[in-house]
């Protein structure tokens, strides 16, 4: 059974940094493309980032670009986010997720339970 | 940025009744389009990819089609476990994008 847990959300003031981390079990992890998608309290979801599964190729939104860094490291069958120069409207639960096959970038199939971030004074 | 929008933003309900969900692209995506599912408190649940094909597990009374940018979710008969907030997405392109969400809601 796929798993996905992510760690590493909290409090931080704007300006500062956070790591999150999503620890993946019950399948081939460098197989698989690997995404973190986000939600900001009461709203929708917004995609934030996508690695594939060699960890070669990297795909941001636009707010992510030059802030954050999406990472793996399939010796640990772990996915990363390095967020920087956190802003207020950064504040939301970032979930980690699967694509849904080892070919291309599809849906997301799996999804973490999520960590909150949140980026106050 | 292909955009994704999603009507009505609030459907009410009674169980067992057809709801009839709709999303439309702001370009063509190739049929690389997905539903899924949030219940309040849960995480997202895929339902449908490709556009028409339900994920693993997902219960035949829900049914995706697709006209072109237009995309439809089907639910047959409503369930008590069915009002939930459903969100459409392209994987067509990047940056890959949602719908604002369709609201289920018991009438």
């Known amino acids: 059974e796929v798993e996905l847990v992510e760690s590493g959300g909290g409090l931080v003031q704007p300006g500062g940094s956070l790591r999150l981390s999503c620890a993946a079990s019950?399948?081939?992890?460098?197989?698989?493309?690997m995404s973190w998608v986000r939600q900001a309290p009461g709203k929708g979801l917004e995609w934030v980032s996508t690695?594939?599964?060699?960890?070669?190729?990297?795909y941001n939104a636009d707010f992510a670009k030059g802030r954050f860094t999406i990472s793996r490291d399939n010796s640990k069958d772990t996915l990363y986010l390095q967020m920087n120069s956190l802003r207020v409207e950064d504040t939301a639960v970032y979930y980690c997720?699967?694509?849904?096959?080892?070919?291309?970038?599809?849906?997301?199939?799996?999804w973490g339970q999520g960590t909150l971030v949140t980026v106050s004074s | 940025e292909i955009v994704m929008t999603q009507s009505p933003a609030t459907l009410s309900m009674s169980p067992g009744e057809r709801a009839t969900l709709s999303c439309r692209a702001s370009h063509g995506i190739n049929n690389n389009f997905a539903w899924y599912q949030q219940k309040p408190g849960q995480t997202p649940r895929l339902l449908i990819y490709g556009a028409s094909t339900r994920a693993t597990g997902v219960p035949d009374r829900f049914s995706g089609s697709e006209s072109g940018t237009e995309f439809t979710l089907t639910i047959s008969s409503l369930q008590s476990d069915d009002f939930a907030i459903y969100y459409c997405?392209?994987?067509?392109?990047?940056?890959?994008?949602f719908g604002q969400g369709t609201k289920v809601e018991i009438k």
């Open positions: 019950g399948f081939t992890f460098n197989n698989y493309a």
């Open positions: 690695i594939s599964g060699s960890g070669g190729s990297k």
């Open positions: 997720t699967k694509d849904q096959d080892s070919y291309g970038y599809l849906a997301f199939a799996n």
């Open positions: 997405q392209q994987y067509n392109n990047w940056p890959r994008t």
